[in-house]
């Protein structure tokens, strides 16, 4: 069992930046590969970033270039940077832990049923104004 806490949302300017948190608790943490998700009001839930267990990331293409997700194994923390946020950018953000990669979910390609994980957290709001 995996316990995942978001932190870190909040109100931000378009432009600004934030930095989200995920504390995880639990056996075996370092064994899952984890992910960011999001959802906006109305929209289904998409790929953030991925970061597999030995720290490769990759990253939907509307996030590249502003967003970097990183993870502390000692303190079972994954992190989510995100500048120059854009009004669209506003959703609800997910942690999410899997026993196999999320990067699929990242694909803009990716059409296939919503991202189905281990374990998701609670979620943090993020909300930027234009």
């Known amino acids: 069992q995996v316990q995942l806490v978001e932190s870190g949302g909040g109100p931000v300017q378009s432009g600004g930046s934030l930095r989200l948190s995920c504390a995880a608790s639990g056996d075996g943490y370092t064994n899952y590969h984890m992910g960011w998700f999001r959802q906006a009001p109305g929209k289904e839930r998409e790929g953030v970033a991925a970061?597999?267990?030995?720290?490769?990331?990759s990253y939907a293409d509307s996030v590249k270039g502003r967003f970097t997700a990183s993870r502390d194994n000692a303190n079972n923390i994954l992190y989510l940077q995100m500048n120059s946020l854009k009004y669209e950018d506003t959703a609800m953000y997910y942690c999410a832990a899997d026993q196999y990669s999320v990067s699929p979910y990242m694909r803009s390609d990716y059409d296939g049923p919503p991202p189905q994980v281990d374990y998701w957290g609670q979620g943090t709001q993020v909300t930027v104004s234009s």
């Open positions: 970061l597999d267990r030995a720290g490769s990331a």
